[in-house]
């Protein structure tokens, strides 16, 4: 089962768990993205483009199920505003065996940070706004995936 | 040709819009030469895509790389490198 939402509402990560692990899977790797308070920040908003978001998570998810032996999935990114310690993004990934849940889990965090239309924009206490730049870092991650 | 723009991020907030329909001269064939015609087209353009290699582009719907030719484009997206995660 394969489950991709782009949502403005909170991401309820223990009843996505509950609907995930429904059946019970032999291993499951998750990853939670939560918004950090660095720097007095008050709000993170996240941009998406109305059609593209979804359909490049939804393009992920199917790699991934193409790569992986995977019992379900689901990958979950909230856009609008958000304050500190809000769920940005959640993947479960569920396998027979450890090594592809982890794996699944790992590529699909690296990838969307790099392939999916979403634009993160910080407003911090003193009303400083500004759109977070991409790191080089991250295109060298997704990178890997492709080697 | 009459063209749909759409912009996303600091790009939408350089232009003043989030989209607008443009009449391309002739000779823009690909996504480089729309970014150069953009860039010179007024000042908003200018402060936009002054920097083209910070651009990235989308063309009805699918990520394309700057030589992509524009031929039965009908929407063609323009945006920062993403942030997403």
């Known amino acids: 089962m394969i489950r991709v939402a782009v949502q403005p509402a909170a991401i309820d990560v223990g009843a996505e768990f509950d609907l995930h692990d429904a059946g019970g899977h032999g291993a499951s790797a998750s990853f939670i993205g939560r918004v950090r308070g660095d720097g007095d920040l008050t709000e993170l908003f996240l941009e998406h483009h109305p059609a593209m978001t979804e359909a490049g998570l939804g393009d992920l998810a199917h790699a991934a199920a193409d790569r992986w032996q995977l019992a379900a999935l689901t990958l979950i990114h909230r856009v609008g505003a958000m304050a500190p310690g809000d769920t940005i993004v959640l993947v479960l990934a569920s396998s027979p065996h450890r090594s592809g849940a982890l794996a699944a889990c790992e590529f699909l965090i690296d990838r969307l940070k790099t392939d999916v239309m979403l634009w993160k924009r910080e407003t911090f206490a003193d009303g400083r706004v500004a759109w977070v730049e991409a790191r080089a870092g991250d295109e060298v991650r997704a990178e890997r995936w492709n080697q | ?85």
């Open chain 2, 1 to 85: 040709m009459a063209l749909n723009l759409a912009y996303f991020a600091w790009v939408r907030d350089r232009m003043g819009v989030a989209d607008e329909v443009v009449e391309l001269p002739a000779d823009i064939a690909d996504l480089t030469a729309l970014l150069t015609w953009l860039a010179g087209r007024d000042e908003r353009g200018a402060l936009a895509f002054a920097e083209p290699q910070r651009i990235r582009a989308a063309i009805d719907g699918v990520m394309m790389g700057p030589g992509a030719p524009l031929a039965d484009a009908r929407e063609v997206a323009l945006f920062p490198p993403v942030t997403g995660g």
